[in-house]
């Protein structure tokens, strides 16, 4: 193993912006649908890392040549926020152009894969601001490329959640590398939801329940963060074929899958971490396969939904654990676009770790992004802005290990100890 030396791990940063090589058009804006602002508290990073094969010939400027057209295409990405009379937040797209990052790093990259617990250093390989608190000059994308001694680079991403969910986010840089091999232009994505001006609801005066996936913080004016009341911390595991055989001959249950085996585990895990407390109530948040017929939309259409257990989550059979999930998610997205609307989008909210959440990103083509005919040797995705009560994410562990998983876990850092204490139980941490 390579034991990093994080200081200099990175270095020789430079920043520059890249935009639509076509004119959008004057007085263009992008509207926010109620999903977007529910989420504009949160963010996505994703790092593509590749060998020096895909790199063959390709020199900065040749990267950018194709992001012209790229974002020529998703122009509202390249565009700043502003704000309505009443406060709605809004894109006006004016091709301000996202933020692009040219780095090094003199480690290969296999040496970079290989150092132990290689995830956690993530944040060197994405660049990554916060929305705010000059709302009209920050911009919502990242992209930083850095370059590794063995002529490897790792491409990373950093998206404000506002534009779309990780399906769409994994989506979007996929379509980068059609552009890389020639594709130009045709018509600009097609937006899954359509939002109107109006926003309020009829009755202004009517009583909203707002629905339980969604917790409603205190303002943070223009900037977006989510403040939490404790220290947070974030620790990724990775799941070998070998040991997800194991964990499923164990559950024994009719129509479990990969996700909800693994979710009941941690869920029960973390049930007993917090005693009297455990959580009963649990938001899932996975792919909607309506959307299918969707690619390469910006949206926020992930199903959101809650799962409530009336019984002991640890002392429970996780056989009933992992029924329950799988057959009693409640959609919440009705709720929240209502709730949402009621003041016109101007309240702050969170999604994710308001209650603790589960997310599904199985079905995310995270090695979809191809340069020069190679895929990525390694792809991880992380969620950020999570509240108190954490968040678990499911991704795939890699082309090589499709069957693996990496179960990426956000929780207070008082937690993290413990909950690996009991995952040992199940031959995980």
């Not at 000059?137 to 991403?157: D, H, I, Y």
């Not at 998206?159 to 769409?168: K, P």
């Amino acid at each position: 193993m390579v034991s990093p030396k994080d200081d200099n791990l990175v270095y020789n940063i430079r920043l520059s912006s890249v935009g639509p090589g076509l004119v959008t058009g004057t007085d263009v804006v992008h509207h926010l649908g109620s999903m977007d602002l529910a989420m504009k508290l949160h963010y996505i990073k994703g790092v593509y890392w590749f060998s020096s094969q895909a790199m063959q010939g390709l020199s900065i400027k040749d990267i950018k040549d194709a992001m012209f057209w790229w974002f020529s295409e998703y122009y509202m990405t390249c565009g700043r926020l502003r704000r309505s009379e009443g406060g709605r937040p809004y894109i006006k797209c004016n091709d301000c152009g996202a933020r692009f990052v040219d780095a090094q790093c003199d480690k290969t990259v296999e040496e970079w894969l290989e150092m132990e617990d290689y995830i956690s250093y993530d944040d060197l390989l994405v660049y990554h601001k916060p929305l705010g608190p000059e709302l009209s000059f920050s911009p919502p994308v990242f992209l930083q490329l850095t370059r590794f001694k063995c002529g490897g680079m790792s491409l990373g991403l950093s998206w404000a959640h506002i534009l779309g969910d990780a399906f769409s986010a994994s989506d979007f840089i996929n379509r980068y590398g059609q552009y890389k091999a020639g594709l130009r232009p045709g018509e600009p994505p097609k937006l899954a939801e359509t939002p109107t001006k109006k926003g309020k609801l009829d009755n202004p005066a009517q009583h909203v329940n707002e629905p339980i996936s969604i917790k409603r913080v205190d303002p943070v004016g223009d900037l977006w963060v989510t403040v939490n009341n404790c220290k947070m911390e974030t620790v990724s595991l990775h799941i070998s074929p070998a040991q997800l055989s194991n964990l499923q001959a164990k559950i024994s249950c009719e129509n479990q899958n990969v996700f909800e085996s693994l979710c009941a585990i941690f869920w029960q895990s973390l049930a007993k971490v917090r005693g009297e407390f455990e959580p009963q109530i649990v938001t899932v948040c996975k792919k909607d396969p309506s959307c299918q017929t969707r690619k390469w939309a910006l949206s926020n259409t992930q199903i959101i939904s809650t799962v409530q257990a009336d019984f002991a989550v640890k002392q429970a059979d996780l056989k009933k654990l992992v029924a329950l999930l799988v057959e009693q998610g409640k959609d919440e997205r009705s709720g929240i676009k209502e709730v949402v609307e009621k003041d016109d989008g101007v309240s702050d909210f969170i999604v994710y770790g308001a209650r603790l959440t589960l997310v599904n990103l199985e079905d995310a083509d995270l090695y979809g992004l191809e340069l020069n005919g190679e895929k990525p040797k390694m792809t991880y995705f992380s969620l950020h802005g999570v509240g108190d009560e954490g968040m678990v994410v499911v991704q795939s562990a890699g082309l090589e290990d499709s069957k693996g998983r990496i179960v990426t876990v956000t929780l207070p850092a008082d937690e993290v100890l413990k909950l690996k204490s009991e995952l040992k139980r199940y031959g995980i941490a």
